[in-house]
């Protein structure tokens, strides 16, 4: 079992910065790759940025060169930093973490989420 702890949400104007943190416990030996997803009201979920053990990272394209990835591997952290925001960031915003499972398939691991809202 992995557990994931998120901070870092809050109120800012458009044009501002948020730093989402997510801290992991547990089995993190296990873990292969950690992400944020976000869900605004009405909408599904979808991922907002994703990094993996051996460095690579993926963006969703609405946040392509405002948002960062980041992992702290002493501290067993990952790190979105968010610049640049706009009122359409407005959303939950979850910390994820995947580990394979034995024969096929991964496990799937999910913070409490953390409310991120962006005024115009």
């Known amino acids: 079992q992995v557990q994931l702890v998120e901070s870092g949400g809050g109120l800012v104007q458009a044009g501002g910065s948020l730093r989402l943190s997510c801290a992991a416990s547990?089995?993190?030996?296990?873990?292969?790759?950690m992400g944020w997803y976000r869900q605004a009201p009405g909408k599904q979920r979808e991922l907002v940025a994703s990094?993996?053990?051996?460095?690579?990272?993926d963006y969703t394209d609405s946040v392509k060169g405002r948002f960062t990835i980041s992992r702290d591997n002493s501290r067993n952290t990952v790190s979105l930093q968010m610049n640049s925001l706009k009122p359409e960031d407005t959303a939950v915003y979850y910390c994820?973490?995947?580990?394979?499972?034995?024969?096929?398939?991964?496990?799937?691991?999910w913070g409490q989420g953390t409310q991120v809202t962006v005024s115009s």
């Open positions: 990094l993996t053990n051996d460095g690579r990272t």
């Open positions: 994820n973490a995947n580990a394979p499972r034995p024969i096929v398939g991964t496990y799937n691991y």
């Open positions: 547990g089995k993190i030996f296990s873990i292969n790759a």
